[in-house]
Each structure stands twice: as structure tokens, then as C-alpha cells.
Nanobody
């Protein structure tokens, strides 16, 4: 089993920045099995949507939604099994609960999709005021 803990959410004005972090913990075997991590977000009444994701092994292939591409940057620290999302130029429509996710699947072979993520964090609230 893998446990994921997000941190860094909060309230920010439009145009501002926030940095989210996700730390994975668990057995050495389960942590070594993580091949991808990602960020999803959800607002009430809507489906959870992919924000950004990154391959955690070898070439760090990244994936961004069209809504955040160019404003958000996702990075990894494999040795610490952590991932960080730097969010800039935030907009009110970025307001959501942000979830960290981890997967044993390699996106280089499976592609990206919510179904690939087996482990989820509890979420952290990001609120952007206008």
C-alpha cells in the first residue's frame, strides 16, 4: 500500500502563485513500484479532472491539461518519492480540491488516464479569489 499526503493548498488572489507538494510513503517495494504520479482536481458537481502528471522512472514525461498548460509546472524528486506542482497566474476557475495520485503503470506504454491511478491522497483545497 502507498499513502499519499498533499500539502500547500490555501487561498490566493487571482494572478498569484501556490506550490502543492505530494509525499508518498509505504513499504520500499510499494514505493519502488510507483511509475507515475499525477494531480487531479475536482469541484462540486463535476468529475475529477487531470491537471498534471509525470512519469517517475527514466525519462520524466509530463502531461498537462489544456487549462493549465503554460501556467503550472510539475516536478519530481524520485529519491524522496515526492512531486510538486508549481501553480502560477492562478485564476478563479482553478479553485478546486486538488488530489495527488500514484500508479504502478508506466504511462510510456499505457498512456495517461484516471483509471491508471490506484492510490489517492485526501486532497487539499485551493481557492483563488477574484
Amino acid at each position: 500500500q502507498v499513502q499519499l499526503v498533499e500539502s500547500g493548498g490555501g487561498l490566493v488572489q487571482a494572478g498569484g502563485s501556490l506550490r502543492l507538494s505530494c509525499a508518498a510513503s509505504g513499504s520500499i517495494a510499494s514505493l519502488n513500484a510507483i511509475n507515475a504520479m499525477g494531480w487531479y482536481r475536482q469541484v462540486p458537481g463535476k468529475q475529477r479532472e487531470l491537471v498534471a502528471a509525470i512519469r517517475m522512472v527514466g525519462e520524466g514525461i509530463t502531461k498537462y491539461s489544456d487549462a493549465v498548460n503554460g501556467r503550472f509546472s510539475n516536478s519530481r524528486k524520485n529519491a524522496k518519492n515526492t512531486m510538486a506542482l508549481q501553480m502560477t497566474s492562478l485564476k478563479p476557475e482553478d479553485t478546486a480540491v486538488y488530489y495527488c495520485a500514484a500508479s504502478p503503470l508506466d504511462p510510456k506504454t499505457t498512456g495517461w488516464g484516471k483509471a491508471m491511478f490506484d492510490y489517492w491522497g485526501q486532497g487539499t483545497q485551493v481557492t483563488v479569489s477574484s
